[in-house]
Every structure is written in C-alpha cells, then in structure tokens.
C-alpha cells in the first residue's frame, strides 16, 4: 500500500531536548515536504526536498533542520525544542506534476 | 509571496443540501489542489486543477478554475454527513504548496 509513515505520532517534551520526527514514504518520490498544522494559521511548508541531498526552506524555517540522505525518508529535526514548536506536523511527498500525499500527522507539545 | 483566502470560514449545512467553498489566491496559480481532512487526522487529496476553466468532478464533488487560475470554487451537491470536515485548498507546484486557512463543514443530519 502507497503510504507516508510518521513516527512518532504523538510526542509530549520539554524545551531544548532534541528530537526527531522521521517519516518514510514507500512510493519512490522525487519530492518530500513537511508542513506544521496550526488554530487560525493553517498549514505552512517548514522545508522541503526535490531529491537526495536537496533541500530547501519553506515559509516558517526556523528552528528545524532537515535532512535527506535517502530518497525514501525525510527527517525532521529540532535541536532545542520550544513551546511555540508545539503543533501538529506532517509529512508529505509527491513525483512529477502528480499531487501530495500526506502522512497521518504528528502532534507535538513541547512543555 | 502567494496568498490564498478561502471562505467562508465556516458552514453549517442540512443534509441534502447544495454548498459551495472558494479559493481565491493573490497570484495566478500553477496549479491548485483541493484536500479534506478529517479533524486532526491526515490530509486526503480530492482533486487537481492546473489549467484555465477546468472542472472536474467525482461523486458529488465539483471543483473549477477560473480562466484566469486564480479563482476556484468547490461545489458538493446533495451533502452527507460523510463530507463533513475541514477542506483547504493549496496553490503552487507539487512540492512547494501554499495552503489558505480552511473551510470547517459540518453537515447535519
């Protein structure tokens, strides 16, 4: 089944513990993205990739570190976690001129 | 930077009854995706519009572009309680995508 896998799913923290959320997409993508879902914001891009070892700022950067060593997976990293980083966050991909997939979400709070 | 204003906000519906979202964007747009999504669930793709005029539809779900690719509405006839949700629409190319706010539907039975 074509899919984009999140993990982890849910993830309490607290500030300036580093952590990563991974994601996997199992359909051979050039493209990754990730955006975080916020009340009255919308969904913003934070970064995204159009291949191996290309990557590129979104809207909100800030904060988030990517990286793309293999094309099916897409990891995102916050070094020092803060409160305003908690937010629900998805992963997406897509190849040629065909539309996103997006995986399941991961909501974040950091304390 | 591009900007897309979807409205209304919000939309309380009867079962049965016809309902329309717009999407509206401050550039002309590459291409212009519709999505639902359940509430803090994942995003589900519903349909593309890329060129001038285009209408597509699928089950009861009718999506246009306007001649100029910088309008679009969605239109669900006779609604159910299953399209209940969030829609957004998103402008840009398949991989650097601008979302407007949303639409939050609730359909009554």
């Known amino acids: 089944e074509a899919q984009v896998t999140q993990n982890p799913r849910y993830l309490i923290t607290v500030t300036g513990k580093k952590l990563t959320v991974t994601c996997s997409q199992n359909m051979n993508h050039e493209y990754m993205s990730w955006y975080r879902q916020d009340p009255g914001l919308g969904l913003r891009q934070i970064y995204y990739?159009?291949?191996?070892?290309?990557?590129d700022k979104g809207d909100v950067p800030e904060g988030y570190k990517v990286s793309r060593k293999e094309k099916r997976n897409f990891p995102l990293i916050l070094e020092s976690p803060s409160p305003n980083q908690t937010s629900l966050y998805f992963c997406?991909?897509?190849?040629?001129?065909?539309?996103?997939?997006f995986g399941d979400g991961t909501r974040l709070s950091i304390l | 930077s591009q900007e897309l204003e979807q409205s209304p906000q919000s939309l309380i519906v009867q079962e049965g009854k016809n309902l329309t979202i717009n999407c509206t964007s401050s550039?002309?747009?590459?291409?212009l995706y519709w999505y639902k999504q359940k509430y803090g669930e994942g995003l589900i793709f519903l349909m593309m519009?890329?060129?001038?005029?285009e209408e597509k539809s699928h089950e009861k779900i009718t999506a246009k572009l306007d001649e100029k690719k910088q309008q679009s509405s969605l239109h669900i006839t006779a609604s159910q309680p299953s399209h209940a949700g969030i829609y957004l629409c998103g402008g840009g190319s398949n991989y650097k995508l601008t979302f407007g706010k949303g639409t939050l539907l609730t359909v009554n039975p």
């Open positions: 550039k002309t747009l590459y291409g």
């Open positions: 519009l890329q060129k001038g005029g």
């Open positions: 990739s159009m291949n191996v070892e290309v990557t």
């Open positions: 997406a991909s897509s190849a040629g001129r065909q539309p996103q997939h």
